[in-house]
């Protein structure tokens, strides 16, 4: 599957009040993505944006508050369901994204990584490198 992040027209929800903001590497194209297509994306279904580069999702860890928070909104799932999913997909030789400890690792990650995407808690200051991408339910 290919994603094209072009600027789309639609309701766009800002997740601050969600508790979260989604975050990508400056150099990846468009301003919005779909809330379904970055559900994809996090369980490594859509692999590659617009542009045919690679997309290189990073999560937070299990016992923090902001991926059950994102996943729970952009997931529809509880961190358990996900778990499972992961489980099951590892068999197949299919690896999780990359899990990073706090919002500074995701954003050193996501700013030194092409096509990198990840989430932060609303309202963390974004280094050079990292911009936020709207979401659209």
């Known amino acids: 599957v290919t994603l094209a992040l072009a600027v789309l027209v639609g309701p766009a929800f800002t997740f601050a009040d969600q ?20 559900s994809l994306i996090f369980l490594k279904q859509a692999p590659r944006w617009g542009d045919g580069s690679l997309v290189a999702p990073v999560d937070q860890s299990l016992r923090s508050s902001v991926r059950r928070r994102f996943t729970k909104r952009v997931l529809g799932e509880p961190i358990i369901s996900v778990q499972s999913f992961w489980h099951k997909q590892m068999v197949t030789g299919i690896q999780p994204p990359p899990v ?10 996501v700013a030194s990584t092409p096509g990198a995407i990840g989430y932060v808690s609303s309202g963390v200051p974004l280094p050079d490198g990292v911009r936020s991408l709207s979401v659209i339910d």
């Open 19 to 38: 508790g979260f903001q989604v975050v990508v590497n400056s150099d990846v194209a468009g301003g919005q993505i779909p809330r379904e297509t970055l």
């Open 100 to 109: 990073k400890s706090s919002d500074e690792e995701v954003l050193a990650y």
